[in-house]
């Protein structure tokens, strides 16, 4: 085989695309394998580039392929579609991309997850799966007993006052059927609760566990399931220049639109991890709750950007708070150390 440079690998369940250029960019491999047969061939391969766009199983092949002794590059999926041919889509035209991406200078790559990492991440992500789950179900008792003129106001302590009026038959008419039908999404509203919980102390005895993870939750807005979300996700924070990098990674600086000299700030971008964002902005939001100078723990910075906004700018606080967090959040993790409070904050 004529020595190869670079080689972009568009991956799949069962049938893989290999596109490989040697040193003077070169087409010297074109050609499909089989699932079985990927190892075979790389083993085969002296030490490379390799470049492969960062979805399901990314991860697990970057992985073997390293322990092969390549270099191997994950890519974001977005970051590849420029340099798809246009009006083409197959998976030749997907590796030559690939390939084709991972050899830019400006590129920036995806960290490989270790498997404990991806394991912790599975934890939230079966989490957020089963509470989604729970709204859905809390929704449609809601939903059934509003065909019958029962309805409470929303809330978690109102939906439980809804089960015990409808335990009480003595309080309404129900039909025997649907009394029936609404018990069983009662039973399984309460089942995911169990299993929210048991996930729940699962994350908990991870957080505590990792060293980066403690320090990260000494943040006020930052808990042990926040915490340990990003420690799971981000991996070497360093490959960041800085804490403004990484809060543009999790989609919470401005999208601009600026030209000529003139700079026009709109909505914040929502690009990287949508789950961390939303952790960020959740804590953020409870932050504020105690935001005034005369309650202990408040955030002085956040109680003067309210004063400035007005109240009705809640959500932006909210959000410039995340932001904010962000950026102590790479700090801490890039030089070390616990979170102290700032004696004194302004807002310019």
Same mark, same amino acid.
């Given at each position: 085989?004529?020595?190869?440079?670079?080689?972009?690998?568009? =991956?799949?369940?069962?049938?893989?695309?290999?596109?490989?250029?040697?040193?003077?960019?070169?087409?010297?491999?074109? /050609?499909?394998?089989?699932?079985?047969?990927?190892?075979? %061939?790389?083993?085969?391969?002296?030490?490379?580039?390799?470049?492969?766009?960062?979805?399901?199983?990314?991860h697990?092949?970057? /992985? +073997?392929?390293?322990?092969?002794?390549?270099?191997?590059? *994950?890519?974001?999926?977005?970051?590849?579609?420029?340099?798809?041919?246009?009006?083409?889509?197959?998976?030749?035209?997907?590796?030559?991309?690939?390939?084709?991406?991972?050899?830019?200078?400006? +590129?920036q790559?995806?960290?490989?997850?270790?498997?404990?990492?991806?394991?912790?991440?599975?934890?939230?992500?079966?989490?957020?799966?089963?509470? $989604?789950?729970?709204?859905?179900?809390?929704?449609?008792?809601?939903?059934?007993?509003?065909?019958?003129?029962?309805?409470a106001?929303? #809330?978690?302590?109102?939906?439980?006052? =809804?089960?015990?009026v409808?335990?009480?038959?003595? /309080?309404?008419?129900?039909?025997?059927?649907?009394?029936?039908a609404?018990?069983?999404?009662?039973? +399984?509203?309460?089942?995911?609760?169990?299993?929210?919980?048991?996930?729940?102390?699962?994350?908990?005895?991870?957080?505590?566990?990792?060293?980066?993870?403690r320090?990260?939750?000494?943040?006020?807005?930052?808990?042990?399931?926040?915490?340990?979300?990003?420690?799971?996700?981000?991996?070497?924070?360093?490959? %960041?220049?800085? $804490?403004?990098? %990484?809060?543009?990674?999790?989609? *919470?600086?401005?999208?601009?639109?600026?030209?000529? #000299?003139?700079?026009?700030?709109?909505?914040?971008?929502?690009?990287?991890?949508?789950?961390?964002?939303?952790?960020?902005?959740?804590?953020?939001?409870?932050?504020? /709750?105690?935001?005034?100078?005369?309650?202990?723990? $408040?955030?002085?910075?956040?109680?003067?950007?309210?004063?400035?906004?007005?109240?009705?700018?809640?959500?932006?606080?909210?959000?410039?708070?995340?932001?904010?967090?962000?950026?102590i959040?790479?700090?801490l993790?890039?030089? $070390?150390?616990?979170?102290?409070?700032?004696?004194?904050?302004?807002?310019?």
């Open positions: 085989m004529e020595q190869v440079s670079r080689i972009g690998l568009d =991956l799949a369940k069962q049938v893989f695309q290999v596109h490989a250029v040697n040193a003077d960019e070169k087409v010297v491999v074109c /050609r499909q394998l089989r699932r079985a047969e990927v190892l075979k %061939f790389f083993a085969k391969v002296p030490p490379c580039f390799i470049g492969m766009e960062a979805c399901g199983s990314a697990f092949w970057a /992985r +073997q392929l390293t322990d092969l002794g390549h270099t191997v590059r *994950l890519i974001p999926a977005g970051d590849v579609k420029a340099y798809v041919k246009r009006g083409k889509k197959n998976d030749a035209v997907d590796a030559a991309a690939i390939c084709e991406a991972v050899g830019r200078p400006r +590129q790559f995806v960290p490989v997850k270790t498997p404990e990492q991806q394991a912790a991440l599975m934890l939230h992500r079966t989490r957020e799966m089963l509470v $989604g789950q729970r709204t859905q179900l809390i929704n449609a008792v809601r939903a059934h007993l509003a065909e019958l003129g029962i309805v106001a929303l #809330g978690w302590n109102a939906f439980n006052g =809804l089960v015990e409808l335990k009480d038959g003595s /309080r309404i008419e129900v039909p025997e059927l649907a009394r029936t609404l018990n069983l999404l009662i039973d +399984q509203v309460h089942a995911l609760g169990l299993q929210i919980k048991a996930l729940d102390k699962q994350i908990l005895a991870w957080h505590n566990k990792s060293e980066e993870s320090r990260l939750a000494t943040i006020p807005g930052v808990g042990p399931h926040t915490a340990s979300a990003i420690v799971a996700t981000v991996g070497d924070v360093k490959r %960041f220049p800085s $804490g403004r990098r %990484f809060a543009s990674w999790l989609g *919470l600086v401005p999208r601009q639109n600026s030209t000529g #000299g003139k700079t026009s700030l709109g909505s914040i971008t929502k690009a990287g991890d949508r789950y961390l964002r939303t952790l960020l902005v959740i804590g953020a939001t409870g932050t504020i /709750r105690f935001a005034r100078k005369d309650v202990p723990g $408040g955030n002085a910075w956040a109680a003067q950007l309210l004063a400035k906004k007005g109240k009705q700018q809640g959500r932006l606080v909210s959000v410039a708070l995340a932001n904010k967090t962000a950026r959040v790479w700090a993790l890039a030089r $070390g150390g616990e979170y102290k409070a700032p004696t004194a904050a302004t807002v310019s």
